[in-house]
């Protein structure tokens, strides 16, 4: 990935250029490395202090999470399948013609494209740092480090989709221009993103469970996002802030952060090769699935509200190139 051009001091927001930036806290990650963040007085952003080679290949390196995979153990695999699979659903509403080419930027394995694929759709296109060992022959390949893809020649994309995704580019305004010349005309992006002005968010701060450092590099509010698009030559056609899957676990996880030493316990417990490491740690779990039983209700019926105020965990909008 190349980074050089947002290393230069003196350090600006990566959203706006505003060169007065404030200390907003420091976060550990679950490994306990510290990382400080700072946040932009003019627009609001949330940045990590400092992205440079190193720390991108500190938070993707496979031993990043012990070797485990970002896949859930069951029954969860199968609640965040049924997830993806509603997901699919409702982007390829987006889509009426089933041969409109979409690319997928941070498709991983494939899985969201697979099902995209079992709904009839026949163009798919995937594109992430590293080209998995085993991708499904009906999804073509892109290869590169968004924006900066490589040989995609004058394919252009009726829908581009990045599911909590956009937060991890270095280079955002060069990831939104990149958008508008991979688009179509009349083109769709569909991206989702931790929403920094959640209530969430303003509550647990360091502790947020979305914060995820240090793979999220900037947290952009939603009004200078719309803002950075309409820029470019986007417009507006959706905004939502219901996500059951991501706004109500926001909430749960951050409260045990703030209790549990080890961010992010029960989340990384649930993935698959996640273990108990301690007796300690047993308890903790015990107690976090406890506080989960009980606290998930309520949590679920308080993200309805919250989402209809804009102030819910997580955030997708729907942009046309216009
Ligand atoms: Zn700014």
Avoid at 56 to 85: H, I, R
Avoid at 237 to 258: C, D, H, I, M
Wanted: net charge neutral; aromatic share 12%.
């Amino acid at each position: 990935m190349e980074t050089d051009e947002i290393q230069s001091a003196p350090l600006s927001c990566i959203a706006c250029g505003d060169t007065h930036l404030a200390n907003a806290f420091t976060a550990r990650d679950i490994h306990q490395r510290s990382f400080r963040f700072l946040t932009c007085p003019q627009c609001d952003t949330l940045q990590i202090e400092s992205v440079n080679e190193e720390l991108l290949q500190y938070a993707y390196a496979e031993s990043y999470y012990g070797g485990s995979d970002t896949k859930f153990k069951w029954p969860f695999s199968s609640l965040f399948d049924l997830g993806k699979q509603l997901a699919a659903r409702k982007t390829s509403k987006l889509m009426p013609d089933k041969q409109v080419p979409i690319l997928d930027v941070g498709c991983g394995k494939g899985d969201f494209l697979d099902k995209l694929q079992k709904l009839g759709h026949t163009h798919l296109y995937g594109n992430d740092i590293e080209k998995p060992a085993r991708l499904p022959s009906h999804i073509q390949w892109v290869s590169g480090a968004f924006p900066r893809l490589e040989a995609t020649g004058d394919q252009q994309f009726g829908l581009i989709t990045l599911t909590h995704v956009f937060e991890h580019i270095p280079q955002p305004v060069k990831a939104i221009e990149q958008l508008y010349q991979l688009s179509a005309s009349g083109g769709l992006v569909q991206l989702s993103q931790p929403n920094i002005r959640s209530r969430q968010a303003q509550q647990y701060q360091e502790a947020w469970l979305h914060l995820d450092p240090p793979r999220h590099l900037h947290l952009i509010p939603s009004g200078q996002l719309k803002k950075m698009f309409s820029e470019v030559g986007f417009e507006l056609v959706s905004e939502t802030y219901k996500a059951p899957l991501y706004n109500p676990f926001g909430y749960l996880q951050s409260w045990l952060n703030r209790r549990i030493a080890q961010r992010d316990l029960l989340y990384e417990f649930l993935k698959k090769g996640g273990q108990v490491k301690s007796l300690k740690q047993f308890f903790q779990l015990v107690f976090s699935f406890l506080y989960a039983g009980i606290s998930f209700p309520f949590y679920f019926i308080l993200d309805r509200s919250e989402a209809r105020k804009g102030i819910s965990g997580t955030v997708e909008f729907v942009f046309r190139k216009s």
